[in-house]
């Protein structure tokens, strides 16, 4: 069974960083992409940034656009998002999700609080 595995979520103050990374493991199929959406309370998930195995094609939500980077390691089929001058509204459940033949599948999620 695919599993997705999230880390690096936690606490952080307006204008601080923190990476999240995703791990998918149990495939013998070629990760076709994989991305982050986020879920704050009482809003539905939304895209944050995705990335393409074909080309390392990425595109962001315009709410992250120069804040944010997604990256990959194909090798460790495992994917990256740095985020930089976090702001109060980037408080989510950060989700990765992964792209494999036809199939999407999703991590459980980890908590990013912004506050002060």
């Known amino acids: 069974q695919v599993q997705l595995v999230e880390s690096g979520g936690g606490l952080v103050q307006p204008g601080g960083s923190l990476r999240l990374s995703c791990a998918v493991s149990n495939t013998i199929f070629r990760v076709n992409a994989m991305g982050w959406y986020r879920q704050a309370p009482g809003k539905q998930r939304e895209l944050v940034a995705m990335?393409?195995?074909?080309?390392?094609?990425?595109n962001y939500a315009d709410s992250v656009k120069g804040r944010f980077t997604i990256s990959r390691d194909s090798a460790k089929n495992t994917v990256y998002l740095q985020m930089n001058s976090l702001k109060l509204e980037d408080t989510a459940v950060y989700y990765c999700?992964?792209?494999?033949?036809?199939?999407?599948?999703w991590g459980e999620g980890t908590l990013v609080t912004v506050s002060s």
């Open positions: 999700k992964a792209q494999i033949e036809f199939s999407d599948y």
């Open positions: 990335i393409r195995r074909v080309g390392d094609a990425t």
